[in-house]
């Protein structure tokens, strides 16, 4: 059985009984990064157990051997932070585990998308998520285009370093768009800038430096 667990995106409270429960007695943890699971299960004092390394660069690799051993035993997936399988390889492992019969269960908690969203102040009803944004403009315009086309707010992930540019694009291509941007969710130096494409643009490039993780949302509702 493989249990998708969803753990911290920043704030180390964030995190459900049910997944420490499962993180307790699954029989082994498969994560993207091991080092840092192992400093997270330390801190919610787990057992020390096997981890098996689940990534970009060796997923193909890996996965045949966690398919043989998720066929007798119980596995818990988890990300670096948030719910795993949203922006990560974590999808093929749970595609897999579908098509070999596996048992798959999720444990829900955080995830950036969702907490963006609800704070955001833009509509819920429908959105579009799509990872990270592209770089290229034209790109970038499609996926824009393609938001305000199904009347979705668009999310997604982006760079601190090239937020700035990003938001400057969309404001050149899009100027009635209404953008939100959320920094560091959960984290102390969390903030929401939120106005007209042209307002936050004029906010980000005010800013000496921008750190932390970024999720934009886009709407033209």
């Known amino acids: 059985m493989l249990f998708i667990v969803s753990t911290p995106i920043g704030n180390l409270k964030d995190i459900t009984l049910r997944a420490v429960e499962t993180l307790k007695s699954a029989d082994f943890i498969i994560a993207e990064n091991p080092a840092h699971s192992s400093r997270l299960l330390q801190h919610y004092q787990i057992p020390k157990k096997k981890i098996i390394q689940f990534a970009e660069h060796n997923e193909h690799k890996a996965l045949p051997n966690i398919i043989s051993q998720l066929s007798t035993a119980n596995g818990a997936l988890i990300t670096d932070a948030g719910t795993p399988g949203i922006s990560d390889p974590g999808f093929r492992l749970v595609r897999a585990c579908v098509e070999a019969g596996i048992k798959v269960v999720p444990i829900p908690g955080p ?111």
Do not use: M
């Not at 509509?123 to 579009?128: A, G, S, V, Y």
């Not at 998520?129 to 982006?158: C, M, Q, W």
């Not at 106005?195 to 886009?218: C, H, M, N, Y």
């Open 111 to 221: 995830s950036a998308v969702i907490a963006a969203l609800s704070a955001a102040g833009l509509p819920t009803d429908r959105f579009l998520f799509v990872g990270f944004l592209p770089r290229k403009e034209n790109s970038l315009i499609k996926t824009v285009r393609l938001a305000k086309e199904t009347a979705s707010t668009l999310i997604g992930y982006d760079s601190p370093f090239r937020i700035a540019k990003t938001v400057e694009l969309i404001a050149k291509n899009f100027p009635e768009a209404k953008v939100v941007v959320a920094r560091e969710l959960t984290k102390v130096y969390e903030e929401f800038i939120r106005g007209t494409a042209e307002q936050v643009s004029t906010d980000l490039k005010s800013k000496r430096t921008i750190k932390g993780e970024i999720t934009i949302l886009i709407s033209f509702k």
